[in-house]
């Protein structure tokens, strides 16, 4: 899934999505019900007539960015109040205040809402937090079970949590599995902690999860992390990294990452990368991204963000290939030598501050 963080995907619009053939993008709760607030794209047809994306939404449930981004918040069993990092306005949100929100963008796939500990977290924090997690998932599941959710032909996916700790981890995955959900994300990873232990709880959480549900780990999409995730049994994934990286005029290729403001760029003619068949490549040169950026052209930004979008599309296209094949581990080697130690790029979650 591309990030659209506020309801678009930065520098690009719906028919470059459709274009893109990307048939989900994430958009964050937090942020649209700040602004423009859910009863205004209620009005507009939800996000799908808002924005005029033919595809499908999943959105969020605004828990994380309220523990990362606003600064004065205070956890009640009830939910979170917290400061408005746009106005200063005190607001309220709860698994109920959050399904409703969700429900009125008239989102494909509602996330329940979850607290998302930091990385590295105190021990003795991970068993409260997961309390109030699990009680949170119940209430969310609840009200949308209640408020017509499954009449309106959308789904609910639950979240793991457990912090850091395994044994909380793979109970959290079971708990949550129990409550039977359309599909699974595995939430609170990917907030700073070596991508190793990242992959050590997927282990010991992703047997926990239904096979025949989707499995989606949040947050995650350097190219490395999504193929060996992938073996892992993760389904879904959603980043900020390819569209982040190209604003700042770094392009994904086949053959690593590529930074092209470098000089040695300046009158290189060759695609962005020879082995995409994405329009930009097809069309333009690296010399030419590279002059786009130095001129502080807009273009260049909205050319590099179509090229790193279509390169991670078919980087999954060839994922599902490769596993149709029996080679993914030759996949993953492949992109090992591409992205692995020295130029590794690390998954981020939020995009609008
Ligand atoms: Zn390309």
């Known amino acids: 899934m591309p990030v659209g963080t506020r309801a678009a995907v930065k520098t690009l619009d719906a028919a470059d999505i459709d274009a893109l053939g ?17 009863d205004l794209i209620r009005e507009a047809g939800g996000l799908h007539g808002f ?13 994380f960015q309220v523990f990362s981004l606003s600064k004065l918040r205070k956890v009640t069993s009830e939910g979170v109040v917290f400061r408005s990092h746009l106005d200063g306005a005190m607001v309220e949100l709860s698994p109920e205040v959050s399904i409703d929100t969700q429900l009125k963008l008239g989102s494909d796939i509602l996330m329940v809402m ?4 930091a990385y590295p977290h105190p021990p003795e924090a991970a068993e409260p937090s997961l309390r109030i997690t699990m009680d949170w998932e119940k209430r969310s599941l609840k009200y949308f079970n209640s408020h017509g959710g499954p009449e309106s032909g959308s789904f609910l996916f639950g979240i793991v949590q457990g912090g850091f700790d395994r044994e909380l981890r793979q ?4 708990l949550t599995a129990e409550l039977g959900f359309d599909g699974y994300a595995v939430g609170g990873l990917s907030v700073g902690e070596p991508p190793a232990l990242m992959h050590e709880l997927l282990d010991l ?31 879904l994934f959603d980043c900020v990294l390819p569209t982040r990286l190209a604003r700042h005029a770094v392009l994904l290729t086949w053959k690593g990452k590529l930074k092209i403001r ?28 590279r002059y786009l950026f130095h001129a502080g052209e807009f273009t260049g930004m909205r050319l590099a963000t179509l ?3 279509a390169f991670m599309s078919s980087l999954m296209k060839e994922i599902r290939q490769a ?8 996949l993953i080697r492949k992109i090992e030598v591409a992205y692995g130690a020295g130029n590794s790029i690390h998954s981020q979650h939020d995009d609008a501050i």
């Open 307 to 309: 090229h790193n979008l």
């Open 171 to 174: 109970r959290a995955a079971s």
């Open 323 to 330: 596993i149709r094949e029996e080679r993914l581990a030759d």
């Open 205 to 235: 959480v992703v047997p926990e999860l239904p096979e025949s549900k989707p499995r989606y780990l949040m947050g995650v999409g350097s190219p490395l992390e999504v193929v060996r995730a992938v073996a892992q049994g993760i389904d």
């Open 114 to 117: 979850d607290e998302c500990l």
């Open 262 to 289: 470098n000089q040695v760029y300046r009158s290189d003619f060759l695609p962005p990368d020879p082995d995409c068949s994405c329009p930009v490549c097809k069309r333009y040169s690296r010399a030419y991204l």
């Open 22 to 38: 990307f048939p989900l993008i994430l958009a964050n709760t937090y942020h649209l019900l700040l602004r423009p607030g859910p």
């Open 51 to 63: 924005t005029g994306f033919n595809g499908n939404f999943l959105t969020d449930s605004g828990g």
